[in-house]
């Protein structure tokens, strides 16, 4: 089903964690109705902004996935208002910039990066008739335990 021009909820739900422990990750209405809502308010205007496709590393996380991923108790990935990007051919920090920058309606822009080397944008929508935060960070760790810093990128994180 696609959710926008350039999104699909396979794309948006799709977990490699779900499908190698056997867990069903399917979104209910309410999640499919927020990841439509994240692709068209955030996903398609970041698309155009960056100039490029983008890979979707993880959307949609039912509890039993965010938990087996080391997600946060309260993500917005458990009711489909987030998703985890990294644009093709951009680099990360460059992007993270012009999203910042942007009227994007974002809750939260994230610019994550694990001990290992991954690293990718976070972009989380607010609750439907909640005020967007525009919260900018930037996070670095192993996930589930981030340390995160307000406002400013604080050290290079290497492009996906």
Not at 70 to 91: K, N, Q
Request: with cysteine; proline share 6%; aromatic share 4%.
């Amino acid at each position: 089903m696609n959710l926008s021009p350039h999104f699909t909820l396979a794309e948006l739900s799709r977990s490699a964690t779900a499908f190698a422990r056997g867990i069903d990750n399917t979104p209910s209405p309410a999640a499919t109705d927020n990841l439509r809502r994240l692709a068209e308010t955030a996903l398609e205007p970041l698309r155009t902004l960056w100039g490029c496709p983008i890979k979707v590393t993880s959307g949609f996380r039912c509890p039993e996935v965010n938990q087996a991923v080391g997600g946060a108790t309260g993500s917005a990935h458990l009711d489909g208002r987030a998703a985890d990007l990294i644009p093709s051919g951009l680099a990360l920090e460059k992007a993270y910039k012009m999203a910042a920058e942007s009227p994007i309606p974002y809750d939260q822009l994230i610019i994550e990066q694990t001990g290992g080397g991954v690293a990718w944008i976070h972009v989380a929508i607010a609750r439907v008739g909640e005020k967007p935060r525009r919260e900018a960070l930037s996070a670095k760790g192993v996930k589930g335990k981030m340390k995160y810093n307000q406002g400013r990128i604080t050290q290079r994180i290497a492009a996906g």
